[in-house]
């Protein structure tokens, strides 16, 4: 009886251990498979700084930004070898501020 309980259990623990180190088990996904960006740039300003709708200083300023605001960098556009713009977005929360917020533009450096 003993015996066949214990071939019972090491069957049933087999059989449900097994499946996570084949191929198709979940276990063998790695971080590197993941689409964690790895070219993330943050600034803080150092001084107020307008964020514009397009790259222009014409273009229409959507906001001020304020010293010590946090912004990540998406992307930069070099105008000429003088002037440069960056593609930012302001550091928010998703779920706790307005949606109609703006939160993408961009600034001169």
């Given at each position: 009886m ?6 019972n ?7 449900l ?8 088990g ?5 971080l ?15 001084s107020n ?25 998406l ?16 550091a ?12 993408k ?5």
């Open positions: 003993i015996k066949t309980l214990l071939k259990f090491c069957l049933i623990t087999f059989a251990i097994a499946p996570i180190t084949l191929p198709a979940g276990i063998q996904k790695s590197n498979q993941n689409k964690f960006p790895n070219n993330t740039n943050e600034i803080i300003l150092s700084t307008h964020l514009y709708s397009f790259p222009e200083i014409h273009a229409k300023e959507l906001l001020v930004l304020e010293v010590g605001t946090t912004l990540s960098v992307r930069n556009w070099q105008v000429s070898e003088s002037e440069i713009w960056v593609r930012v977005e302001l928010s929360n998703k779920f706790l501020d307005d949606p109609n917020k703006i939160k533009g961009w600034i001169k450096m």
